[in-house]
């Protein structure tokens, strides 16, 4: 089964069943829950969600570090190219078959900017990422979103959902739970709280208000999760 790591904040990493690593959204260096070392991080692949620093802080870094492919929309993916790094570009609505699994990018309703250096001038959509590793086994990182209609469409595609619960800058917990409903996943992970003040989250009040919809693991960071 794959494992699925936290590391604080939205900063995921997953190894697959035939030893793949994933990083998903790379913010370790400044990442207030991040207790490691960025330095012990394996990537083959790094897919991401969108540009800001609290998602992308630590990406040019690893993917030189490691030599791994970055997956993200095809403005990011193109200016992480134009820096000599390994790139698979989709965008929203997209997919891509991997040795892994199929990724695709579904839309998610955040801002845009790529806080990268040079890549200041740069926007783009942001995205939720859905991995399909095969056997039931089906992961949706939502990223940085409010809540939209749109997430109705993944209903029946999802076993294991990745969403923020912050507010203020994405989904409240009220929000995530109706994102649930759309979704109908079997296990809610809750992200993007408790970070900073501004995005201070009780996680067991949002897992108590999901209620028998789904599993709600609630994740502090170093915890892993096999699915």
């Known amino acids: 089964m794959p494992k699925l790591t936290f590391h604080g904040h939205a900063t995921f990493s997953i190894e697959t069943d035939d030893g793949t690593n994933l990083v998903i959204d790379p913010f370790f260096t400044d990442n207030p829950g991040f207790t490691g070392s960025v330095d012990d991080i394996e990537a083959d692949f790094i897919l991401v969600t969108h540009g800001h620093y609290d998602h992308v802080a630590d990406l040019v870094g690893l993917a030189e570090r490691t030599g791994a492919t970055c ?13 000599g790094l390994n790139v698979s570009p989709q965008h929203i609505g997209g997919s891509v ?3 892994f699994g199929y990724v695709k990018l579904t839309a998610a309703l955040h801002g845009g900017m790529v806080n990268l250096p040079g890549a200041e001038s740069f926007t783009t959509l942001p995205a939720g990422i ?10 949706h990182h939502a990223g940085d979103t409010g809540l939209l209609m749109d997430m109705q469409l ?3 595609k999802v076993d294991v959902a990745i969403l923020p619960i912050g507010d203020r800058f994405t989904m409240g917990p009220d929000d995530a739970v109706t994102a649930v409903d759309f979704i109908e996943p079997k296990v809610v992970i809750p992200c993007h709280f408790d970070t ?3 995005i201070e989250q009780d996680a067991q009040a949002f897992a108590d208000a999901v209620g028998d919809r789904a599993s ?8 892993t999760y096999d699915f």
Do not use: C, H
């Open 71 to 83: 997956i993200a929309t095809f403005e990011i993916a193109t200016f992480l190219e134009n820096q």
């Open 97 to 99: 078959q991997y040795p």
């Open 130 to 139: 859905l991995i399909d590793f095969g056997s039931g086994q089906r992961l």
């Open 154 to 156: 993944l209903k029946g």
């Open 196 to 198: 900073w003040p501004p």
């Open 216 to 223: 709600v693991q609630v994740m502090a960071p170093g915890d």
